[in-house]
């Protein structure tokens, strides 16, 4: 390697600046770590590639600091799935319908919208444009990487061609499955991309983006619907209705739906290439006029007519016709040295389960404050923070994974016998009302994500660590807080003026308990040596009716919110149904009623734990349960 006079010098390298790399290089500055985003491409392109984001991924637009947006800008509620069989009837009565509108997964939010990616990237990287630490790099190519113990080593070419040099003491390939990082460096030290489900699932398929535009009277005279009353958008939703559909059909699965906020009609049609077909020949307008045309053409008895009736040609634009493979797949490393992959560099889903950016923003939240902590620190240790970082993101993506493949097999099993018990099982537990809210509540009825306990994982699990803390809704114990309007946990349990690296969060069952809990607290800051720090702990009453107190109890203490008082909030709900499904008690009952909870940065538990002795025990271990160097200091 040259002399290092001549390279440029950052924190954190971030190839590849898609949602993965977006998010990564916000987090990274809301912690104020130097980073620098080299992406390919000059602007973002304007092709909506993945549609869906659940809601660990909404909620981690909500960090941001853009919940206002998520539903009204980026995106929008999908309602429920319904899966069909029909091969020309979009209308046809599920066998199966999955609620995904409800809050019952626990994060406060809806478990999953239909959204437009180059609006939610846009956002993403506004978000990290506000930090003067975040900078992004564009029509920049990278050519060579390189790294010793200390740093990794990079040189690229950016937008006049020009040969440049960096280094840094971490270099993050978010550039996709196809991306320099993991292709020509990667990959010769022996990472690969392996099959990870027994489904083997290994198909192409065909995605479409249609721009729909409704007729009118004026424009298509000929149609029938306006003697019988119909307006345009009757039109629009008798041809593209609402919810999401996945069509298990045997001769070719397809899902549909429509996607964005409304602004735009977008409709998202999907097919699989079957054996033999040749994938670019299928995505061609011809094919897919084939393809489309039954589910776009409706008998024309019941509105008056002879002849069948189609949704106009002329009313379509195509806005996206491409190839590309599904697969379940994922690296047998996700770090080597300094050198780590996130997003789809470091694993591929099959589309049945909406997984794609949602399982990269878990990559980059788990990896944010990892890397904050290892060069605050200088720790030498780093390998233990990264190798507890993709040990725990492997485990959740087994959970992911399944969701997927639960709605895959069902749409993918075409006419078999195993099909047809599946439908079955369905019905029969259908007819029992406890089943079938199961079979509605869909990948919810899980809980939210739960790791288990390893050596070297940065979570106590003895102490019910390793869990997702749940998100509700709160409101101030005192009149005299600033703005004492309805708010969600994470928004005053880690403020955006907080400095210490985990927060801690005490669950209250009476108010009288402050004083006592106030003194527990104390010593924790020396203890936890900077990552907790006593002043920014959060109280939460466990009593929504402990309200109005003219009394100054502290602008740190909260009672918890009603469903009802959450949907009376017409900034919080806009854009969004009122919650259903809503357990206020969620984070005491996901806590099995401990009082105290340090929580790390990704919304995880650290520890949860019962007595102020068990408290200060704990803070004491968390350096030890990190690997980091004791003399060191944050």
């Known amino acids: 390697m040259t002399s290092n006079d001549s390279f440029e010098t950052t924190d954190v390298l971030i190839v590849g600046c898609g949602p993965t790399g977006a998010l990564l290089t916000a987090l990274l500055g809301r912690f104020g770590i130097q980073n620098i985003v080299l992406e390919k491409e000059p602007d973002i392109t304007n092709d909506p590639r993945g549609i869906t984001l659940d809601e660990d991924g909404l909620r981690l637009l909500q960090e941001l600091g853009?919940?206002?947006?998520?539903?009204?800008?980026?995106?929008?509620?999908?309602?429920?799935?319904?899966f069909i069989t029909s091969r020309n009837d979009l209308h046809q009565k599920p066998f199966l319908k999955v609620k995904v509108n409800t809050t019952l997964g626990g994060t406060g939010h809806l478990g999953v919208i239909a959204h437009r990616q180059p609006v939610l990237e846009k956002n993403l990287r506004c978000a990290a444009s506000r930090h003067s630490s975040s900078e992004l790099r564009s029509s920049?190519?990278?050519?060579?990487?390189?790294?010793?113990?200390?740093?990794?080593?990079?040189?690229?070419?950016?937008?006049?061609?020009?040969?440049?040099?960096?280094?840094?003491?971490?270099?993050?390939?978010c550039d996709g499955k196809r991306g320099y990082t993991r292709k020509i460096y990667l990959e010769p030290k022996g990472v690969i991309m392996e099959q990870a489900s027994s489904f083997g699932y290994n198909e192409t398929w065909v995605a479409l983006n249609l721009r729909i535009t409704p007729p009118t009277p004026e424009t298509h005279p000929h149609?029938?619907?306006?003697?019988?009353?119909?307006?345009?958008?009757?039109?629009?939703?008798?041809?593209?209705?609402?919810?999401?559909?996945?069509?298990?059909?045997?001769?070719?699965?397809?899902?549909?739906?429509?996607?964005?906020?409304?602004?735009?009609?977008?409709?998202r049609f999907e097919f699989?290439?079957?054996?033999?077909?040749?994938?670019?020949?299928?995505?061609?307008?011809?094919?897919?006029?084939?393809?489309?045309?039954?589910?776009?053409?409706?008998?024309?008895?019941?509105?008056?007519?002879?002849?069948?009736?189609?949704?106009?040609?002329?009313?379509?634009?195509?806005?996206?016709?491409?190839?590309?493979?599904?697969?379940?797949?994922?690296c047998n490393k996700w770090a080597v040295g300094r050198v780590i992959l996130a997003g789809d560099s470091a694993h591929v889903f099959p589309p049945f389960g909406g997984q794609g950016i949602s399982s990269g923003f878990r990559d980059s939240s788990g990896l944010a404050w990892r890397l904050a902590v290892a060069i605050r620190e200088n720790t030498k240790n780093h390998e233990q923070l990264?190798?507890?970082?993709?040990?725990?993101?492997?485990?959740?993506?087994?959970?992911?994974?399944?969701?997927t493949i639960e709605n895959g097999k069902l749409c993918t099993q075409g006419n078999t016998w195993a099909f047809v018990f599946t439908k079955l099982m369905i019905r029969i537990m259908q007819m029992i009302p406890y089943m079938n809210r199961k079979l509605e509540a869909g990948p919810s009825r899980g809980g939210m994500i739960r790791y288990k306990a390893q050596e070297g994982l940065p979570f106590?699990?003895?102490?019910?660590?390793?869990?997702?803390?749940?998100?509700?809704?709160?409101?101030?114990?005192?009149?005299?807080?600033?703005?004492?309007?309805?708010?969600?946990?994470?928004?005053?349990?880690?403020?955006?003026?907080?400095?210490?690296?985990?927060?801690?969060?005490?669950?209250?069952?009476?108010?009288?308990?402050?004083?006592?809990?106030?003194?527990?607290?104390?010593?924790?800051?020396?203890?936890?040596?900077?990552?907790?720090?006593?002043?920014?702990?959060?109280?939460?009453?466990?009593?929504?009716?402990?309200?109005?107190?003219?009394?100054?109890?502290?602008?740190?203490?909260?009672?918890?919110?009603?469903?009802?008082?959450?949907?009376?909030?017409?900034?919080?709900?806009?854009?969004?149904?009122?919650?259903?499904?809503?357990?206020?008690?969620?984070?005491?009952?996901?806590?099995?009623?401990m009082t105290f909870a340090i929580v790390r940065p990704d919304r995880f538990v650290y520890a949860a734990c019962e007595t102020a002795e068990q408290l200060h025990s704990i803070c004491g271990g968390i350096r030890t349960q990190l690997g980091l160097n004791k003399s060191s200091v944050l």
């Open 386 to 403: 990264l190798s507890g970082w993709y040990r725990e993101r492997q485990q959740q993506l087994k959970v992911s994974l399944a969701k």
């Open 223 to 267: 149609l029938p619907f306006w003697k019988l009353g119909y307006t345009p958008e009757d039109v629009y939703d008798l041809y593209f209705p609402v919810n999401f559909r996945f069509i298990c059909n045997d001769k070719r699965p397809a899902v549909c739906g429509r996607f964005y906020n409304g602004v735009e009609r977008l409709w």
């Open 460 to 593: 106590l699990g003895e102490f019910h660590g390793g869990r997702s803390l749940p998100q509700v809704y709160c409101a101030p114990v005192s009149m005299c807080v600033k703005g004492s309007g309805i708010r969600l946990t994470d928004d005053v349990i880690f403020g955006p003026n907080k400095r210490g690296m985990f927060q801690i969060l005490i669950l209250l069952k009476h108010l009288a308990d402050l004083p006592a809990l106030r003194k527990a607290l104390v010593g924790i800051d020396e203890l936890a040596r900077g990552f907790l720090i006593e002043d920014e702990a959060t109280f939460i009453v466990q009593d929504p009716e402990i309200r109005g107190l003219g009394m100054d109890v502290g602008d740190d203490v909260y009672r918890l919110a009603t469903g009802e008082e959450f949907a009376a909030d017409q900034v919080l709900c806009k854009g969004r149904p009122a919650p259903q499904l809503y357990d206020m008690h969620r984070i005491e009952k996901d806590l099995y009623g």
């Open 140 to 173: 920049c190519i990278v050519t060579h990487i390189d790294e010793d113990d200390e740093w990794v080593y990079c040189e690229y070419e950016d937008s006049n061609g020009t040969r440049k040099k960096i280094r840094s003491k971490f270099l993050v390939g």
């Open 272 to 330: 699989v290439v079957q054996e033999g077909e040749d994938a670019m020949l299928m995505a061609t307008e011809k094919e897919t006029t084939k393809i489309l045309l039954p589910y776009l053409t409706h008998g024309g008895s019941k509105y008056g007519s002879d002849h069948p009736i189609s949704f106009p040609h002329d009313c379509i634009e195509v806005l996206r016709s491409r190839p590309f493979g599904f697969s379940a797949r994922s």
């Open 66 to 82: 853009f919940y206002n947006k998520i539903y009204t800008e980026i995106g929008s509620p999908i309602g429920m799935l319904h």
